[in-house]
């Protein structure tokens, strides 16, 4: 039953996702710029996580806490909003040749969350990723992240504890576009620079809530030796409102972001990767409005995470992971926990 219902809200997600016709047309305008006759491969490839999470409303923004994804997801003004289970079906197909510059690769990356009780939780994500070689020590990438009616939870409008406030459920649509440009350094050292413009609309009656924000990292990544590998980063990013509207509601989320990241990967054994990760994350709100919640405020957020993956084939792999956060605003009196356990496989072909 959870894997018809899984196949039927992927499906219909990326019937949705594909009447995007630009989308269409840019795909087939790079493939016709950058390739030529040369032996073209393409790859693919499915997993399944499930997931056990301590706290629904934060499991999203947890996980994607990452270098990789989206670690400034809107924040949850209102968590705790209990336990429960997450499956996580994803898919990949791409697209692999040759040119005169290098390798050109093209992939496509659907998924998506479904919440076991929970189904207005329940989101699809998706990911563009096109890479071009420009030379041996050189790689450009373009990425688009897209994730449609993202459920944040139950929010309210209007001054908290008074008689006029209203509760309703906060949704949006997230669209990030972001440019890596990767140069080796040396045999064992890369560096990579990034930037990215992202636009979150929010659903009435949050649309005062539409943020636009823009982000300037760096990561290092630093090969020790053939069984250890360390992997660094650092993003500033700053989120932006439109004040005439968030004065109405004396309700504003802007912010600066600071973000930093570790992850050790260690082969154990020929077949067994441990893989450690770190991060922390500071926000500044840049909220004028002294009713409001965010003004002068702030959050930290602390979270590790360790996962072990083993390679039962060259196809197949499992993973076994456990996370934790800790987050904390400076409007409340004690740190907030989410707890996330996994177990997972992939299969590439």
């Known amino acids: 039953m959870v894997f018809t219902v899984v196949a039927i809200y992927v499906g219909l997600s990326m019937k949705c996702l594909l009447s995007f016709r630009s989308i269409q047309f840019w795909l087939l305008f790079c493939l016709q710029l950058f390739s030529y006759h040369a032996q073209a491969e393409w790859f693919s490839g499915a997993g399944l996580n499930t997931y056990y999470t301590d706290d629904i409303a934060l499991f999203s923004v947890t996980r994607r806490l990452s270098l990789e994804d989206d670690p400034t997801q809107p924040i949850v003004d209102e968590p705790g909003q209990g336990a429960g289970f997450v499956y996580e079906p994803t898919a990949r197909l791409g697209w692999e040749t040759a040119n005169k510059l290098g390798i050109f690769q093209l992939s496509v990356d659907a998924g998506g969350y479904i919440f076991q009780g929970h189904s207005d939780y ?13 030379s041996d020590e050189t790689e450009l990438k373009l ?8 459920y944040l939870g139950e929010q309210t409008i209007g001054e908290h504890h008074s008689d006029e406030a209203e509760e309703f459920g906060e949704r949006l649509n997230s669209h990030i576009w972001s440019l890596h440009l990767d140069n080796k350094l040396t045999e064992s050292l890369t560096l990579r620079g990034l930037v990215r413009y992202g636009i979150r609309g929010y659903e009435q009656p ?4 539409n943020t636009q924000f823009y982000t300037l990292g760096t990561h290092l990544e630093w090969e020790i030796n053939h069984s250890l590998e360390l992997l660094v980063g650092y993003h500033f990013e700053q989120g932006l409102t439109n004040d005439k509207q968030t004065a109405i509601f004396q309700d504003d989320i802007g912010y600066f972001n600071n973000y930093l990241s570790a992850e050790l990967k260690a082969r154990l054994l020929p077949e067994l990767t441990l893989m450690l990760v770190f991060d922390y994350e500071h926000n500044n709100f840049t909220s004028d409005y002294v009713a409001d919640r965010h003004y002068q405020g702030n959050e930290n957020i602390y979270q590790g995470e360790i996962e072990l993956a083993y ?14 956060g800790s987050r904390k605003f400076s409007y409340e009196h004690e740190n907030i926990l989410n707890n996330n356990v996994w177990l997972g496989f992939e299969y590439e072909l």
């Open 311 to 324: 390679t039962l084939t060259e196809q197949v792999q499992l993973t076994a992971s456990w996370q934790i």
């Open 143 to 150: 990425l688009y992240a897209f994730v449609p009616n993202l």
């Open 206 to 209: 949050f649309a005062y809530r």
């Open 122 to 134: 329940s989101h699809a994500f998706f990911d563009f990723t096109l890479a071009q070689e420009l």
